[in-house]
Structure formats: structure tokens, C-alpha cells
């Protein structure tokens, strides 16, 4: 028998052996494929893509506050001048200093982009000219006042002006211009359809992260992505299966974190065509007046739909009921709001006053692997519709067909249901890109997908968006309860994030949604 003496020394020299070191790679599995060229298609695969490679002009954190980052400071030296002072001693993954040419080669680079299904455009609103004052000094002179300006830049990436002066999307995508300045670099040829590999940056002007290499995965299935997160064979998953949360948190096999997030889920409804495809009669013909230019009709649809029956039954109260296209803790937000109750009796009565009285056929259109249970929220939709009058058909492909279908001023879709994220600032940013009829340079009503234009409405957007006063939360409100009468868009919830990962990691969710390596930490 070892004598309790023995028995301390043997202890002693256990600890005193090497320890096995933590695991250094982090693999991820995520739902949508993505792209790192960060000025191509303005959406949140890409930009989570992104974060990883890349700083944007105004860091924001997980709460959606702007942070200093890249940028250290930011103010208004006067009403349409922001002035942006760069961190010293910054280096993109080559080498290079970051310096003030980085982001003006960055902002012209935006517009010039081609092919760009979804630019980027919308967020340099207002900019008229960018002033290189010295090499970390940059001034960013604008058309007009505009207090949204620290928002708009936490979505515009900065690129090496040396590394990306001649690059295409594709050399972004092959890794050959992805050269950033953010916590990772990438290696093993770029990006393809199944994923990326990164490595950490050294030179990483933050925190080092806590893994030296990430390794994402693109998995379409939300079984297969909890089937390899249980298996060991995925560290992080995004968009955990919501069937599934109360099962996994009772078993305690893997940790899920979940949160409300700044998205928006809405319907948005085609209100400019005569005659409008898809929108047809009993015998399935155009109908010589698109009947969603009527605001009754479209009063009706959003009657016919039950809000807390879609997040209770479908998103399984992974979700929170809304009647307003604002999230909490925006500016633009009413907390008096109420969410609508669906009656679909009230909407038989709209649509026969509308004259519609045996209904019409009208097609929805959404994805089926974008937005957490997209497709499932699009035939329940569709199924409420059908029980006010309607003759339903509801059409579901993948995001890549979907979002060229939706693209602004050339939709033709009666309906599609889709979300928005706010992260970049207030209820202007919605008002400005979704409300204001569309112009031919794309920066306002940039995502204006509905065709709807009223010159009035115009003019008090306008007018709030130059608004640096105290009265401008209030103005922002007057307008959005009008604004979301008129019922072009037809809010219907709050999306929230779901991450699964092992026991060992800790993950920190977004509110923008954005699953990105840096907030994994291991557990303690």
C-alpha cells in the first residue's frame, strides 16, 4: 500500500508532466455558401465570411456598438465633414502599412465592383468626396448632414489599395487580393463552395484570437450540421435546428446560445406592375390591375396572418412577433407598438371591399436555405393567405436562384419574404434604401424591391435623414407608423440566433448574426 507520503509525490509528478495542448483549430459549419470579395453582394454570409479577413472602416462589436478598431476615432468636425483618425502601426496580412489610401481606394472601389447583384452602394450614402489628410487622417466630405454615417461604415470593408488595385471578385475569391487587415488570413487557395481555411494573423493590430486556425465549412442541412456537431466532427454550428434546443439543453451534451437579433423578417409586396405576372385570375390570367396597388389588399394579407402562431408553431418560439419593420433599441423603434392579431375573417371582408370578394391567385416566393426556417415560415404564410381567399402558390428555391429574382427594379415576384438587418443604424437606413422611390444610381431607394413611389413621402425622408437634432428620434417614429400602414412591407418577426458548440467552447452570439471565430472562446 503507498503511504500517503508516496501518494503526494506521485501527484507532484503527474502535474509536473507536459499537458496535452488545447486543440488549435476551430472548425465551423454554417449554412450558406459565401464569397470574400467584401464589396460583391451585400448580405450576411459574405460578411461573416469577412469579418474574418478583413476590418471594416468602423469596427462593431457583438452588441452592435461601434468600437474603435482599425479606425481608433471618428467625429464631425463640422455638420458635413467626418473626420476618421487610422490606429498607428497597423499592417495588412502582407507586410504593408494600412494607411488612409487603403480606405479611399476601398469607398471608389464599391461602386465599380461589376456584376454586383447586391452592392454595397447603399452604404455610402451621402458621401460626395474622400480626403487623404495624411497617411492616418482620412475626411469624409458629404453631400448633406448625415448623423448615420459611423453606422454605414461598420459595413464597408478596407482592402489593400496594392493588393486589390487590378483584382476581380475571383482573385478576391482565390485568395490572391484577400489580403486584410483583420484576425485571420487565408490559406489553402480561398474560398470554394464547401468552405475556407484561415489562419491567424500575427501582426493582428486586437487581441489574438484563441485559435490559430478556422476551418468553415459550408453545410446546407440543418440535421447534417447538429448530426456533425454531436459526432465530434464540428466544433461550431450556426443556425441549430429549433425542434431541437430544448432537447440538447436538457441533454447537455453540446452548449447553445441563442439571442434576439437586429433582423427583421418581412414580406415585401410588388405594388408597381399593371398587369403584375403571378397575380392572376380564376382561370389563371394576368389580372389587368395588379390588385397589391391596393392599399386594402395588402391590409388584408397582413390581417390574414397570425404573427404569434408563426413564432410559436414554426420557429418553435425561437422568435419574437412584430408589427413594426424597426427592432428593439433602433432608432425608429416605438415600444407602444403592438404586434397585430391575424383575423382572417376581417381580411375576407377588406378583399371583398376591394372587390375580391372570390379572391385572386398570387404566388410567394422565398429561399429555402437563407433565413431560419425559411421555407417552413413561407408555407405556413401561405397557408394563412389561403384561408382569407386566396389562391395560394408558394415557390421555394435555393438563395442562389432566389435573391437574382429579388433584384431592386426587377422584380416581378408578387410577393417574396426576406429580412433586413439594422445593424448599420436607425429607421432611416430603411426608410432611405426601402421607401424612397428608387433612383438610378441605386444609393437611395437602393433596396427599394416593391416599386412603390409617392413624392411626399420623398420629400420627409429626405428632410429626416439630415437631422441631427433631438426631435429626429420622434420624426423618425411619425414617419415609420406611416410608413408601415401603407403595408408594403409586412413585418412578421424578429430572427434569432441559435449556435451550437462543444462543451469546451464558449461563443459569444452576434446581433447582427454574424457567426465569426473570434467570439469562440474555450470554456474554463
Partial sequence: MLTQTLRRLLLLAILALPQAAPAQTLT??????FGIDPHFFFNGPNMAAARHIYDTVISRDENSRQVPGAVQSWRAVEPQVWELKLRPGVTFHDGTPFTADDIAFSIARIPDVPGNIGPYTINLRTISRVEVVDPLTVRLHTSEPNPVIPGQMTNVFIVSARAA??????????????????????VGGGVTPSGMQLERFAGYHGAQPAWERVNIRVVANDA??????????FDLIEDVPLGDIARLRREGRVNVATRPTDRIMYLSLNVARDPLPLAVDGAGQPLPVNPLSDVRVRQALSLAIDRNALVERVMEGQAVASGQLTPEGFGGYDPAARVPA?????????????????????????????????????????????RAGLKMNVDVTPSTVFFPRIRPARVTLPVH???????????????STSFHTRQADGVLGGANRSGFSDPALDARIRAVMVRMDEGREAALREIMHDVEAMQVQIPLYVQMSAIGTRRSITYTPRMDEQVVAVHARPAR
Fill in 28 to 33: 465551423m459549419a454554417v449554412q450558406s455558401t
Fill in 165 to 186: 488595385a487590378q483584382a476581380s471578385t475571383q482573385d478576391f475569391n482565390a485568395g490572391r487580393a484577400a489580403i486584410g487587415t483583420g484576425p485571420y488570413r487565408v
Fill in 224 to 233: 447534417a450540421r447538429l448530426a456533425g456537431l454531436l459526432a465530434g466532427d
Fill in 342 to 386: 391575424g383575423d382572417a375573417a376581417a381580411a375576407r371582408r377588406l378583399l371583398a371591399e376591394a372587390g375580391y370578394s372570390d379572391g385572386f391567385g398570387l404566388t410567394i416566393a422565398c429561399s429555402n436555405d437563407r433565413y431560419v426556417n425559411d421555407a417552413r415560415i413561407c408555407q405556413a404564410v401561405g397557408q394563412m393567405l389561403s
Fill in 417 to 431: 419574404f426576406v429580412g433586413r438587418s439594422f445593424s448599420s443604424g436607425d429607421a432611416s437606413y430603411v426608410l
